[in-house]
């Protein structure tokens, strides 16, 4: 078992060095960030690039060119608590770096736990604050206009800032969804549901159809297991089967990945796939070999992927636009 993690830790710590150094690459003029536990990355033509140390989930573009991306707290703990970074990217450098907040309608600080995505939409910033099961919907300032809640919330024990309470009571619950990816498509808003974290987990995933309000129009079952992420193609949409390993669609063959399938958009017929890979050795989930995977639409496999080395696992992927 030794000897085993040893050759693998080998392998994948020369492919990271290969990747930092341009040669493990796919012939692209795409230019997209994407972020993982192993920090925040910008793919362009080619050659990948750490931006950032931490381990970050969620980002998104602001009008005013700014980003936003979401990270882990944890300083080698267990804390879940999520902090928000606010700056400009100049080439391949971070630039003006400084702290977002949010606060509720009586300006108290609001901290929340395990966010998954961020998404600037129509004037408002949209957040999945995941393990406390509720989303928020916030001005350009951080200010939360609207908390939304399906069934129930997980807060922290009164008097402590300690996540381990939420993590506690959101597992042991059946009412937790964890909702983790958001996507628009039309007037309506879409939330997905991995569903599996809680109390069952043997529960599929499922997502919402709702207005801007919060208002549900539709729940559709049965998507996948532990899914992520949803890309509107053809009015309908492409999930990640995270737990089965791979990507699906109503109208399209299912594409299996062998990775556990997180991180993905669509530029013009082309899907962009993050993958990790599957292991039940929890430190090779945050240090793991993981990959990108350029999946046509309609096809049944990628037609090309890369290596990105010892990333850990894939969150999210955003295109640059030029």
């Not at 800032?161 to 964890?178: E, G, I, L, P, Q």
Request: net charge neutral.
């Amino acid at each position: 078992m030794l000897v085993s993690r040893a050759k693998r830790y080998l392998y994948n710590r020369i492919k990271d060095q290969l990747a930092q150094l341009g040669f493990i690459k796919v012939e692209s003029d795409l230019e997209f960030l994407f972020t993982s536990s192993g920090g925040l990355y910008l793919y362009q033509q080619g050659i990948i690039t750490r931006l950032l140390r931490g381990n970050y989930f969620g980002i998104t573009r602001l009008p005013d060119d700014q980003f936003i991306a979401m990270k882990y707290v944890q300083n080698g703990t267990r804390d879940e608590r999520s902090t928000a970074e606010l700056f400009y990217l100049s080439g391949k450098l971070v630039v003006n770096s400084s702290p977002f907040e949010f606060r509720d309608q009586d300006d108290r600080l609001r901290v929340p736990v395990r966010v998954h995505q961020i998404l600037f939409h129509e004037g408002f910033i949209w957040l999945t604050n995941t393990r406390q099961n509720l989303i928020w919907k916030c001005d350009l300032t951080g200010k939360i206009v609207k908390e939304w809640c399906y069934t129930e919330s997980f807060d922290y024990d009164p008097d402590t800032t300690s996540t381990d309470a939420v993590r506690t009571k959101a597992r042991a619950s059946a009412n937790y969804h964890h909702f983790n990816s958001i996507t628009f498509h039309k007037e309506h808003m879409y939330l997905l549901a991995h569903n599996s974290a809680g109390l069952d987990k043997s529960k599929d995933s499922f997502y919402l159809k709702l207005d801007h309000d919060f208002n549900i129009v539709d729940r559709v079952e049965g998507v996948g297991n532990a899914c992520h992420n949803l890309v509107e193609c053809d009015d309908d949409f492409y999930i990640c089967d995270s737990g089965n390993a791979r990507i699906v669609h109503p109208k399209y063959p299912d594409v299996h990945l062998g990775y556990f399938a997180r991180g993905m958009i669509k530029v013009n017929n082309c899907l962009i796939v993050g993958g990790t890979t599957i292991t039940d050795a929890p430190e090779m989930r945050g240090r793991g070999d993981s990959r990108i995977f350029f999946v046509p639409v309609g096809a049944s496999k990628p037609i090309q992927s890369f290596s990105l080395g010892r990333t850990g696992d894939i969150h999210d992927i955003m295109l640059l636009e030029r």
